[in-house]
T-cell receptor, first 116, second 111 residues
Framework: DGGITQSPKYLFRKEGQNVTLSCEQN?????MYWYRQDPGQGLRLIYYSQIVNDFQKGDIAEGYSVSREKKESFPLTVTSAQKNPTAFYLCASSIRQGVRFGNEQFFGPGTRLTVL | GQQVMQIPQYQHVQEGEDFTTYCNSS?????IQWYKQRPGGHPVFLIQ???SGEVKKQKRLTFQFGEAKKNSSLHITATQTTDVGTYFC???????????WGAGTKLIIKP
């Protein structure tokens, strides 16, 4: 059964702690993405990766870091430098980035991070 | 950066009424995609439009891509409670591989 998994679904952390959100896909997709969604808002791109061992900053990368050591995995670390980390974090993947046809994004169920 | 404007932000309808959301870009898009996010859920891909003036239908949903490939709309006929959620458009510019997201329109069914 192919798809994207994110864990955990809910995560609570104390202010000042780094936290890593996992994202795994078995769709054999090249491109992976991390988005942040605040209540009642749209999606804002944090980081994206088009290929293993390569990634680029999105619109709101400050205070976040990622790695792409394996094709199927794209973990996101929310560092203590992120001023307002409480949000809903969504991971997505697509066959490739920027392909005109068939490049829809498939999303994981998301992780709701609350920093106390 | 480039933006895709989506309106309205919210739309309250009685069950059975129609619903429409609009997206507008200042630049030409190579394609536009539509996604639905149910309350508490994650966005799910609905459809992609590529051709100028393209119209596609999925049961009660009608998607249009403008002739200039700068605007798009989603129309739902006779809304049902299962339609509740937020509808997002997202487009690729010809010169940019990054998907640009609209802010979404939340469909609310009045009790």
């Amino acid at each position: 059964d192919g798809g994207i998994t994110q864990s955990p679904k809910y995560l609570f952390r104390k202010e000042g702690q780094n936290v890593t959100l996992s994202c795994e896909q078995n769709l054999n997709h090249d491109a992976m993405y991390w988005y942040r969604q605040d209540p009642g808002q749209g999606l804002r791109l944090i980081y994206y990766s088009q290929i293993v061992n390569d990634f680029q900053k999105g619109d709101i990368a400050e205070g976040y870091s990622v790695s792409r050591e394996k094709k199927e995995s794209f973990p996101l670390t929310v560092t203590s430098a992120q001023k307002n980390p409480t949000a809903f974090y969504l991971c997505a993947s697509s066959i490739r980035q920027g392909v005109r046809f068939g490049n829809e994004q498939f999303f994981g169920p998301g992780t709701r991070l609350t920093v106390l | 950066g480039q933006q895709v404007m989506q309106i309205p932000q919210y739309q309250h309808v009685q069950e059975g009424e129609d619903f429409t959301t609009y997206c507008n870009s200042s630049t030409t898009l190579s394609n536009i995609q539509w996604y639905k996010q149910r309350p508490g859920g994650h966005p799910v891909f609905l459809i992609q439009l590529v051709k100028s003036g393209e119209v596609k239908k999925q049961k009660r949903l009608t998607f249009q891509f403008g002739e200039a490939k700068k605007n798009s709309s989603l129309h739902i006929t006779a809304t049902q409670t299962t339609d509740v959620g937020t509808y997002f458009c997202a487009g690729h510019e010809d010169s940019n591989y990054q998907l640009i997201w609209g802010a979404g329109t939340k469909l609310i069914i009045k009790p």
